[in-house]
């Protein structure tokens, strides 16, 4: 008896994973009041890597401008918001207090740029698996949305933006140019 109730609630729990891992990924698009979240994805991760990072476009009907504050999820132990910037052609992370989405505008989180930063992966994000991703907004509030893992390369021209020394110079078109404040260069 003991073991019959201690494992029910396991298999409920089994079963949900089993079921959230199989949504089908079409139409893949979340709405929070007049906000529309489109199309959240994240590179798998290789083997040991300890941190990932999510991407999604989001479209605002509202009249008013409004602001990504927050983001949570499970698979990681730490979540945070970040923007990429170019120092001296070296891409750096940073952290930001949010990312403002324009009242009828957008705001594009993509690799180069800004990104939900997971921190401390408690598994590898593997291709073709999903995870939900809490979102939350300063006016629209919380709304959860279902991240895809897609392949590693992924728009892989980014793949490698991480690693650059500082000896190189910024003649690369790795650099995504909109948000970004690159210092002239007088070569
Ligand atoms: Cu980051």
Request: cysteine-free.
């Amino acid at each position: 008896m003991r073991y019959r109730i201690a494992f029910l609630p396991l298999l409920a729990a089994a079963l949900g994973l089993m079921f959230s891992a199989a949504l089908p990924a079409q139409a893949h698009d979340f709405t929070v009041g007049g906000l529309k979240i489109d199309h959240p994805w994240a590179r798998a991760t290789p083997g040991q890597a300890k941190n990932g990072a999510a991407y999604l476009v989001i479209h605002s009907s509202e009249a008013a401008d409004d602001r990504l504050v927050a983001a949570a999820t499970d698979v990681a132990q730490r979540v945070e918001l970040h923007n990429h910037l170019n120092v001296d052609g070296v891409m750096q992370m940073r952290e930001v207090e949010g990312i403002d989405v324009p009242a009828g505008g957008m705001a594009t989180l993509k690799p180069g740029s800004f990104h939900v930063m997971l921190m401390g992966l408690k598994a590898p994000l593997k291709e073709g698996e999903s995870f939900p991703l809490t979102l939350t907004f300063e006016k629209a509030g919380s709304t959860t949305v279902e991240v895809n893992v897609e392949a590693v390369g992924s728009m892989g021209s980014m793949s490698g933006d991480m690693k650059h020394d500082g000896m190189e110079k910024m003649d690369h078109d790795h650099a995504d140019h909109d948000h970004m404040d690159h210092g002239t260069k007088n070569n």
